[in-house]
């Protein structure tokens, strides 16, 4: 049993560890190709000159990429909550929004949507980082986060 666990946790750090590569063929075809010529039609899609084609499919790209990571975080907690599986020894995420520091008290919002408290009171700052990437790994009794651009602080889990 414990070493199926340990194999999940491989697994699920070894996905998050992967670069992020485009695709060589992508999950989502385009609008155009999902539909058929009637459902695109009626849409009103075929307005759209071919840049605003391929925004619109990038926009779904991303959007289905951050529901699926969502809905991943969401059944390894699940599975964590429920003792079915122990909590991932190393979280790879982004902060949402601007980085400038942090004072004492901050929380951290990440793009997989967990929320980080610091338990340091420490502060610092720096130029302003626009959603810098962190690693968060269980150190002894808690986590600690790795801030690119940043130092390390201390971490606990908030949700």
Known sequence: MKRSISFVCFLLTSV???PA???ETPAFPGVEKAMTPQQYDAAGLSKLDPAERAKLDE???????????????NAVEKAVKEKKVSEPEV???????????????????LEN????AQS??????????????????????????????ASAIRVSKVR
């Open 59 to 73: 926009f779904i790209r991303n959007y289905v990429a951050v529901s699926n990571e969502k809905v991943a975080t």
């Open 113 to 116: 949507g967990q929320r980080w």
């Open 21 to 23: 590569a485009e695709p």
């Open 16 to 18: 998050v560890w992967l």
């Open 120 to 149: 340091q009171r420490d502060s610092a700052y720096y130029p302003k980082i626009d959603s810098p990437p962190v690693v968060i790994v269980k150190a002894g009794f808690g986590y600690r986060m790795y801030i690119q651009g």
């Open 91 to 109: 979280i790879q995420s982004r902060i949402v929004g601007p980085f400038t520091g942090y004072t004492g008290t901050t929380v951290f919002t």
